[in-house]
Structures are given as structure tokens and as C-alpha cells.
């Protein structure tokens, strides 16, 4: 899954929400839309287990409901892990940092920590990215939070946990332009020659609010989540490369027939 676009979620999204009969609210005009707020989505070729989109609905309905009736229609590999109601603001204000793992094989842990500790020590680390108005160049050093080289222990190795391979944990701020994991290796290439044989693998294993003081990303929804059900719609779509929970069978008329 990490290698589908987001465009190609948005689709798979709004089909499950038809199959799944979940009462999404249009917009007016011409030529309505579905209301899915989506802030910070992640690349194309990064997996994510931490993805969060805004969705209005037209009526009231339960959390949990939303929750199942949705999950039991999306694709295998994007899994719908909660939905609360939004009492707060929006997500954009929420999502102020992200947790990223990248897995280097072939890359032993040192080389990657002597790396990391250059890239750390600079005022300054500017990259070029291709974007949508051409090569654009913009300073990185400012939106990394911190960086950590972590054991197999603390991350998902590759399958042969005998070869050298070195996990990097990154804490990034969101900036504009976005600084995405890959700025950074391509910045650590630029400053000290590390460069993996094989494309990394990367991970977003978290985004919310940011604690300044600590570096830490709290849940963005801790204020949202009632003790009681509520109702309202507001999803965190979990997006995984191997990994499959398991599902109910497809109930034949997910938000009209009895709770689940």
C-alpha cells in the first residue's frame, strides 16, 4: 500500500463510503463533493500507520459505526483504526510534527550515527526537490526536531535481521515547503556520503501536536474523545504494508441496521 498514491486513497475512500451507505454531506454547486478534509497527506512510496482526514456527515451517527462501516469497505491494506467527533479545531492545527522510521539495509548503524551527528551539528542543510512549479531549493536543518539511530530492536528490520542495516527515527516539524523524510537522507548524502545501495524503507508512525519542550508528538485527538459514544465522523485511516486486521463480514446496510 505504500506505493499508492494518495489520489488513489481519496478514490478508494469515497468508494467505500457508497458501498458502506456512511450519510457523507455534499458540497453545493454545480458539481457537489464529497466534505473529506485531508491535511498532510504522505508521499507516494512511504507507508503511513498514522494518517488523519475530517469528514462531515449529513446526520448523526455514531463513532464506532462510522468506524466499522467504512473499515469493512476500504481495500485490503488501509484500515479505519478510530473515529471521534471533532469538538475542536481542525487538523491543520493539530498536525504540527511527524514520527518517521526509515530502514537502511546495507547501511551499518555507525556510519549512520557519525551521519546523523553531522547532520545534527549543521546550522544549515538545503536540498533540491522537484515539485510542481519546478526544482525547488529549501533548507531542511530547520524542521528536523531531532534524529536517533535505534537497533532492530526499536524498529522493523529487514527480513534478514543478520544483515547490516542501521533504522533512523525522525522527529520533523511541518513546515512549508514540507520537509519529507527522503530531504533528509538526501541531505545526510550531501554532508557525509551516506548513501544506502537500496531504496530505504519509510514509516510514519505518528503525527499531532508537538510538545516544544520535549520534542515529543502527542495524540491529536485526546480533547475529542468522549468517554460515551458520540456521534460525528472524523477518521484516522491506518495505512500498512504488511500487517492486516481482521474485519467483519460487510454488513448489507452498514449504517441503517442495528449497532455493530
Known sequence: MRFASHRDIARALERALRRASVPVAFSAGFSPHPKISYTGAAPTGVASEAEY????????CRPDQVRDAIDAAMPDGVDVVEVVEARTQGLADRLQASLWRVEMADVGPDDAAEA?????????????????????????????????????????APEDRHATYAILQMVIRHTTPAVRPDDVLTGLRQLADLAPPSSPKMTRLAQGPLDEATGAIADPFDADRPEAPATGGNGSAHDQTNDRRTRAPRPSSPMTGPSQ
Open 53 to 60: 482526514l475530517e469528514l462531515t456527515l449529513a446526520q448523526d
Open 116 to 156: 546523523v551527528a553531522t547532520y545534527l551539528a549543521a546550522e544549515s542543510v538545503e536540498v533540491e526537490r522537484m515539485t510542481k512549479k519546478g526544482r525547488r531549493r529549501f533548507d531542511t536543518r530547520p524542521a528536523v526536531l531531532g534524529i536517533e539511530v535505534c537497533s532492530g530492536s526499536h524498529g522493523r
